[in-house]
């Protein structure tokens, strides 16, 4: 457990008292099947140093040459970011010592990256954000350095370190916002919607399985406050190891309640490195950037300029995806949902599935019905994630598709979805497996309709004298002698016709 | 028939009629080498079992009447900077003392293909670093022409073995003139083809914007032969040039400049050059003017700045690419008792892994690239490497060639300009321009300096991919020189 003696100011307070400033800077794994500079496979959990080369490796001699899929990538994420593509770039070398580097330089991008000046609209509140993209750019992930036998799993206090390099050169595109201004209160919910925004925009352009807890979408958050209304912006903090969409919402929100005390206290924010932790939410310092590398940038000699011919940037423009943002819009159109309707949906993370189910065949109202009702229900028992459910939106359209056919009433559906998630096999299977559908011979129907009326007597009455709310108690009746398998209006209906 | 007295050429055509086979061949240069090498010491691995049995697969396949390359059984000596699976690869440099390499460098692997017969690994300063192989951790190599004096360097290894009979052909890299400058001292064949033209994949790198693979001889047409087989596109070489090779074997043999344009480059001369290597150099260009070129001056106002300009540039790449030398994954490793830390343990390596050049290299790369100082001086390196391609531009613009002496002076004395940095640079004043530029350059023997009867070497230099052209001319020139002096200069020789 890591503990803080930060003085901090509530956060509404602090929020009374000074305007924050944020910026992000985002690291995404690309889904390359090669790496960077190599042919080695970028499968995730593969056997430590196992998926390596003389090139990802930096032996001597060996020499790196560009993924073309990986330059293609990147200039998709570009235009679907609004940004300009260079005609003409190079990759640079940031040199410094690690042992997980194996080069002991790292190449990059510097004063030459491929995408720049975009932009990124994000939806706090009733408002929509312009985030403004600085820049974009491509370069190679270092290897991961395992530190064992301290406490903390940091370097500090390990007894020694391994290091897996099958992560050395996958590729990796690094994309920077320009400060993002006047959020005010919003600022902590602003900064995890845009990575939640950004995170949807990749996915959909498929090029990356931006999972935050594999490491492939990494994030790094930076924060800085200025006393309200003064415009005058103190020094940054860079926060690290912000691993999840609540944390940076969560990281955000401490350093502007930390930095508030240290301003109120006459004090000076330091620039500098800081780490987030999961388990109390707080940062601590890193490295201070006063005794901050100089990478000594210097183009990559071993490699030849990158000049995305136009042509090949226009086909990669006319081939994108409809953003995420125009795909709710149309699909809230579509569906004829309110704003508040589809806010609901896109939070649950219910909006694929159910796109996916309405185009397995089922109603956009059934689909939605099912997945934020009963399916959400059973997510949130076993803490997991919609998607992760054991129940594909095909599935879900096929109950629906029994439901509406009359084959299943709403209780049957429920034990369909149980058996479903049990895992034992598709509805259809579970419908016959257990004879689960609802009695629709009408003969079968008739005779328990009229083994009810005879039972009793002065409820059929009633209904004869046309009291037909009544008919409640004999519906109830077949359903308890068909073992909840019939169709109650249906029912209903043969009921009323025999006592009409 | 004396085997390592025959030149490549010579000794492929010979092996193709079934006069003499690949394993006699091999085992004579490796009977040579064990006779003379304690005293050239051109070799820090000598490749004697895999030679032999990479000589009794050729003989079996010929036997089979398999059509093999031309230099299939041939001998080839190899600069330890390249990767070579099976053999260690040192660089000269004690950091990487004891590593096999997993893999063949690309032109290590097309020399295998070809049949040619590796004969071991050859000294040179450490890393490429420097101009007389007195760099080198495992002690210096010895001209055969005078055991006293260097053999030029960094590919000083390869220039003597060829120099000495223990090889017909080796193969080098030049930075700054690491093959023509030995080869003119050593009075025998050196090319720099043009940048890209042959693969850097798995040559450890010195400065990667510079480094270029090129063929040692004794004989134009041998080195042509070597050029043709190592040269050509590498897709793991991402500056490799994606075009046909030049067609160097067939402008060897034609030995034709009559109606060339030869333009002879006024900075190269003057102040600073040996007056016997001046007098050699202009007999040179009278006997190329006497076989039909048509030789005027050049000038090339920017090369004074060379120099300078390669000291920057060569130094801040190389601070870079030697940075991966950190004992973590290969090679030396000191001070890793379990009580230092990894940064420790890589200073430590460091420290005592490398020779006192590479550091000095290294920290002047390390300055040259820093913050606030980038601009005023590997910036400026770079606008100054500019000017000089438009000087070889302009230049080009008139003549077909370019001509100057390869090196200022002949052969030094070992230990003469170890203390004197900038003497020792001064060796690669001739040459330097052509690795800035990117261009093509080749050293031909032209005769022995008056004072110290040494050999002086003629560099012709030609454009980028116009490396048949450099054939041309120093085919020509081999020729008429060989009429004049009866022989061969190496057969003048002592040694």
Same mark, same amino acid.
């Given at each position: 457990m890591t503990t803080t003696t930060e003085t901090l100011v509530p956060f509404t307070e602090a929020v009374q008292r000074y305007d924050p400033l944020i910026g992000l800077e985002t690291h995404v794994e690309l889904g390359t099947r090669t790496k960077m500079f190599c042919g080695c496979p970028t499968a995730f959990?593969?056997?430590?140093?196992?998926?390596?080369c003389p090139v990802c490796l930096g032996l001597p001699g060996s020499l790196p040459v560009v993924n073309r899929m990986a330059i293609e990538y990147t200039i998709r994420i570009g235009l679907a970011l609004n940004c300009s593509i260079a005609t003409w770039c190079r990759f640079a070398r940031k040199n410094y010592f690690y042992p997980d580097m194996p080069k002991n330089f790292q190449i990059s991008q510097y004063d030459e990256p491929l995408c720049t000046e975009g932009w990124l609209d994000v939806a706090v509140g009733e408002r929509t954000i312009r985030v403004g993209i600085e820049r974009v750019h491509l370069e190679e992930d270092t290897g991961k350095s395992l530190h064992v036998g301290g406490a903390t799993g940091r370097i500090q206090g390990a007894e020694y370190s391994l290091v897996d390099y099958n992560r050395a050169g996958i590729p990796l595109v690094e994309i920077v916002t320009k400060p993002i201004e006047g959020t005010g209160a919003d600022a902590p919910v602003a900064a995890r919607t845009y990575v939640t925004e950004l995170r949807d925009l990749l996915r959909s352009l498929g090029v990356s399985d931006v999972r935050m807890e594999e490491g492939s979408l990494r994030c790094d958050v930076n924060t800085s406050l200025a006393p309200r209304g003064s415009g005058r912006w103190g020094t940054r903090t860079e926060t690290k190891n912000v691993n999840s969409l609540r944390s940076v919402e969560r990281a955000v929100r401490f350093e502007i309640e930390r930095q508030a005390a240290v301003l109120d206290s006459g004090g000076r924010v330091i620039q500098e490195t800081r780490h987030f932790h999961e388990d109390t939410g707080t940062t601590t310092p890193g490295r201070s950037k006063e005794e901050a590398q100089d990478y000594r940038y210097f183009p990559e000699p071993d490699l030849v300029p990158v000049a995305p011919p136009a042509d090949w940037v226009e086909q990669i423009k006319a081939a994108l995806p409809e953003t995420p943002s125009a795909r709710r819009a149309r699909l809230q159109a579509e569906w004829d949902l309110s704003e508040a309707d589809m806010t609901a949906l896109h939070n649950a993370g219910a909006l694929d599935l159910v796109a996916e189910t309405v185009a397995a065949g089922a109603t956009p109202a059934d689909a939605r019905k099912w997945w934020l009702g009963e399916l959400a229900r059973r997510a949130n028992e076993a803490g997991t994630e919609l998607a992760d459910l054991a129940m594909t939106p095909a599935q879900v359209a096929r109950i629906t598709e029994l439901v509406s056919a009359g084959t299943l009433n709403d209780r049957l559906a429920r034990e369909v979805i149980d058996a479903v998630l049990a895992g034992q096999g598709t509805p259809d299977e579970v419908v016959e497996a257990r004879g689960l559908a609802v009695v629709s011979d009408e003969g079968e129907l008739t005779k328990a309709v009229d083994e009810a009326i005879a039972a009793n007597p002065v409820v059929a009455a009633k209904i004869r004298e046309g009291k037909t709310a009544a008919a409640g108690v004999l519906v109830g009746a077949v359903m308890k002698a068909t073992g909840s398998k019939a169709d109650a209006p249906r029912v209903r209906e043969l009921i009323l016709q025999r006592l009409g | 028939m004396e085997l390592t007295r025959m030149t490549a050429a010579e000794l492929s055509a010979a092996l193709a009629d079934g006069q003499v086979s690949a394993t006699e061949v091999t085992q004579a240069h490796l009977d040579r080498i064990a006779a003379v090498d304690d005293r050239v010491?051109?070799?820090?691995?000598?490749?004697a079992d895999s030679a032999l049995a990479q000589a009794a697969d050729v003989d079996k396949r010929r036997a089979t009447g398999e059509q093999l390359a031309p230099l299939a059984g041939v001998p080839v000596a190899v600069k330890d900077v390249f990767t070579t699976f099976g053999m260690p690869t040192t660089c000269g440099s004690r950091i990487l003392d004891g590593w096999h390499p997993p893999y063949d460098a690309t032109i290590t692997q097309r020399l295998k293909q070809a049949g040619a017969v590796i004969l071991g690994k050859t000294n040179m300063d450490e890393f490429a670093m420097g101009s007389s192989t007195e760099n080198s951790a495992f002690g210096p190599s010895h001209n055969p022409w005078d055991l006293d004096k260097v053999p030029g360097g960094s590919s000083g290894g390869s220039a003597a073995a060829v120099a000495a009979y223990e090889a017909p052909l080796a193969i080098g890299t030049d930075t700054g003139g690491s093959i023509r400058q030995p080869a003119a001292v050593c009075g025998i064949v050196g090319t720099k083809p043009t940048y890209g033209g042959s693969s850097r994949y798995g040559v450890v790198a010195f400065a990667s914007s510079l480094d270029t693979p090129g063929p040692f001889g004794r004989t134009v047409l041998d080195a042509a032969l070597l050029h043709e087989a190592i040269s050509g596109h590498d897709p793991m070489d991402s500056t490799s040039i994606d075009a046909p090779v030049p067609p160097v074997v067939a402008a060897a043999r034609e030995a034709d400049v009559s109606g060339m344009r030869i333009g002879v480059v006024t900075e190269l001369s003057g102040d600073g050059y040996q007056p016997g290597v001046l007098s050699r150099f202009a007999e040179a260009v009278e006997v190329l003017e006497s076989l039909g070129a048509k030789v005027t001056e050049v000038s090339c106002p920017h090369f004074k700045y060379a120099l300078p300009a390669y000291y920057l540039i060569a130094p801040s790449e190389a601070s870079s690419n030697l #940075? +991966?030398?950190? #004992?973590? +994954?290969y090679g030396l490793r000191v001070g890793d008792d379990g009580t230092r830390d990894a940064e420790e343990v890589m200073a430590l390596t460091r420290e005592v892994g490398f020779g006192a050049e590479v550091k000095r290299r290294i920290i002047l790369g390390t300055y040259a690239l820093s913050s606030g100082y980038y601009d005023a001086y590997y910036g400026k390196a770079q606008q100054v490497r500019t000017l000089i391609i438009r000087d070889f531009d302009a230049a080009f613009g008139q003549v077909d060639v370019l001509v100057s002496p390869a090196t200022p002076t002949t052969a030094f004395g070992i230990g003469e300009r170890a203390d004197d940095p900038m003497a020792m640079y001064l060796a690669d004043l001739c040459t330097i321009p052509s690795d800035l530029a990117g261009n093509a350059a080749i050293s031909v023997p032209c005769g022995l300096a008056a004072e110290d009867g040494l050999p002086v070497g003629l560099q012709v230099m030609a454009p980028a991919l116009a490396d048949d052209r450099l054939y041309r001319v120093a085919a020509a020139a081999e020729a008429a020189f060989t009429d004049r002096w009866g022989q061969p200069l190496l057969a003048s020789a002592k040694g």
């Amino acid at each position: 457990m890591t503990t803080t003696t930060e003085t901090l100011v509530p956060f509404t307070e602090a929020v009374q008292r000074y305007d924050p400033l944020i910026g992000l800077e985002t690291h995404v794994e690309l889904g390359t099947r090669t790496k960077m500079f190599c042919g080695c496979p970028t499968a995730f959990g593969a056997e430590p140093n196992s998926q390596v080369c003389p090139v990802c490796l930096g032996l001597p001699g060996s020499l790196p040459v560009v993924n073309r899929m990986a330059i293609e990538y990147t200039i998709r994420i570009g235009l679907a970011l609004n940004c300009s593509i260079a005609t003409w770039c190079r990759f640079a070398r940031k040199n410094y010592f690690y042992p997980d580097m194996p080069k002991n330089f790292q190449i990059s991008q510097y004063d030459e990256p491929l995408c720049t000046e975009g932009w990124l609209d994000v939806a706090v509140g009733e408002r929509t954000i312009r985030v403004g993209i600085e820049r974009v750019h491509l370069e190679e992930d270092t290897g991961k350095s395992l530190h064992v036998g301290g406490a903390t799993g940091r370097i500090q206090g390990a007894e020694y370190s391994l290091v897996d390099y099958n992560r050395a050169g996958i590729p990796l595109v690094e994309i920077v916002t320009k400060p993002i201004e006047g959020t005010g209160a919003d600022a902590p919910v602003a900064a995890r919607t845009y990575v939640t925004e950004l995170r949807d925009l990749l996915r959909s352009l498929g090029v990356s399985d931006v999972r935050m807890e594999e490491g492939s979408l990494r994030c790094d958050v930076n924060t800085s406050l200025a006393p309200r209304g003064s415009g005058r912006w103190g020094t940054r903090t860079e926060t690290k190891n912000v691993n999840s969409l609540r944390s940076v919402e969560r990281a955000v929100r401490f350093e502007i309640e930390r930095q508030a005390a240290v301003l109120d206290s006459g004090g000076r924010v330091i620039q500098e490195t800081r780490h987030f932790h999961e388990d109390t939410g707080t940062t601590t310092p890193g490295r201070s950037k006063e005794e901050a590398q100089d990478y000594r940038y210097f183009p990559e000699p071993d490699l030849v300029p990158v000049a995305p011919p136009a042509d090949w940037v226009e086909q990669i423009k006319a081939a994108l995806p409809e953003t995420p943002s125009a795909r709710r819009a149309r699909l809230q159109a579509e569906w004829d949902l309110s704003e508040a309707d589809m806010t609901a949906l896109h939070n649950a993370g219910a909006l694929d599935l159910v796109a996916e189910t309405v185009a397995a065949g089922a109603t956009p109202a059934d689909a939605r019905k099912w997945w934020l009702g009963e399916l959400a229900r059973r997510a949130n028992e076993a803490g997991t994630e919609l998607a992760d459910l054991a129940m594909t939106p095909a599935q879900v359209a096929r109950i629906t598709e029994l439901v509406s056919a009359g084959t299943l009433n709403d209780r049957l559906a429920r034990e369909v979805i149980d058996a479903v998630l049990a895992g034992q096999g598709t509805p259809d299977e579970v419908v016959e497996a257990r004879g689960l559908a609802v009695v629709s011979d009408e003969g079968e129907l008739t005779k328990a309709v009229d083994e009810a009326i005879a039972a009793n007597p002065v409820v059929a009455a009633k209904i004869r004298e046309g009291k037909t709310a009544a008919a409640g108690v004999l519906v109830g009746a077949v359903m308890k002698a068909t073992g909840s398998k019939a169709d109650a209006p249906r029912v209903r209906e043969l009921i009323l016709q025999r006592l009409g | 028939m004396e085997l390592t007295r025959m030149t490549a050429a010579e000794l492929s055509a010979a092996l193709a009629d079934g006069q003499v086979s690949a394993t006699e061949v091999t085992q004579a240069h490796l009977d040579r080498i064990a006779a003379v090498d304690d005293r050239v010491h051109a070799f820090l691995h000598i490749a004697a079992d895999s030679a032999l049995a990479q000589a009794a697969d050729v003989d079996k396949r010929r036997a089979t009447g398999e059509q093999l390359a031309p230099l299939a059984g041939v001998p080839v000596a190899v600069k330890d900077v390249f990767t070579t699976f099976g053999m260690p690869t040192t660089c000269g440099s004690r950091i990487l003392d004891g590593w096999h390499p997993p893999y063949d460098a690309t032109i290590t692997q097309r020399l295998k293909q070809a049949g040619a017969v590796i004969l071991g690994k050859t000294n040179m300063d450490e890393f490429a670093m420097g101009s007389s192989t007195e760099n080198s951790a495992f002690g210096p190599s010895h001209n055969p022409w005078d055991l006293d004096k260097v053999p030029g360097g960094s590919s000083g290894g390869s220039a003597a073995a060829v120099a000495a009979y223990e090889a017909p052909l080796a193969i080098g890299t030049d930075t700054g003139g690491s093959i023509r400058q030995p080869a003119a001292v050593c009075g025998i064949v050196g090319t720099k083809p043009t940048y890209g033209g042959s693969s850097r994949y798995g040559v450890v790198a010195f400065a990667s914007s510079l480094d270029t693979p090129g063929p040692f001889g004794r004989t134009v047409l041998d080195a042509a032969l070597l050029h043709e087989a190592i040269s050509g596109h590498d897709p793991m070489d991402s500056t490799s040039i994606d075009a046909p090779v030049p067609p160097v074997v067939a402008a060897a043999r034609e030995a034709d400049v009559s109606g060339m344009r030869i333009g002879v480059v006024t900075e190269l001369s003057g102040d600073g050059y040996q007056p016997g290597v001046l007098s050699r150099f202009a007999e040179a260009v009278e006997v190329l003017e006497s076989l039909g070129a048509k030789v005027t001056e050049v000038s090339c106002p920017h090369f004074k700045y060379a120099l300078p300009a390669y000291y920057l540039i060569a130094p801040s790449e190389a601070s870079s690419n030697l #940075a +991966r030398f950190d #004992a973590m +994954r290969y090679g030396l490793r000191v001070g890793d008792d379990g009580t230092r830390d990894a940064e420790e343990v890589m200073a430590l390596t460091r420290e005592v892994g490398f020779g006192a050049e590479v550091k000095r290299r290294i920290i002047l790369g390390t300055y040259a690239l820093s913050s606030g100082y980038y601009d005023a001086y590997y910036g400026k390196a770079q606008q100054v490497r500019t000017l000089i391609i438009r000087d070889f531009d302009a230049a080009f613009g008139q003549v077909d060639v370019l001509v100057s002496p390869a090196t200022p002076t002949t052969a030094f004395g070992i230990g003469e300009r170890a203390d004197d940095p900038m003497a020792m640079y001064l060796a690669d004043l001739c040459t330097i321009p052509s690795d800035l530029a990117g261009n093509a350059a080749i050293s031909v023997p032209c005769g022995l300096a008056a004072e110290d009867g040494l050999p002086v070497g003629l560099q012709v230099m030609a454009p980028a991919l116009a490396d048949d052209r450099l054939y041309r001319v120093a085919a020509a020139a081999e020729a008429a020189f060989t009429d004049r002096w009866g022989q061969p200069l190496l057969a003048s020789a002592k040694g």
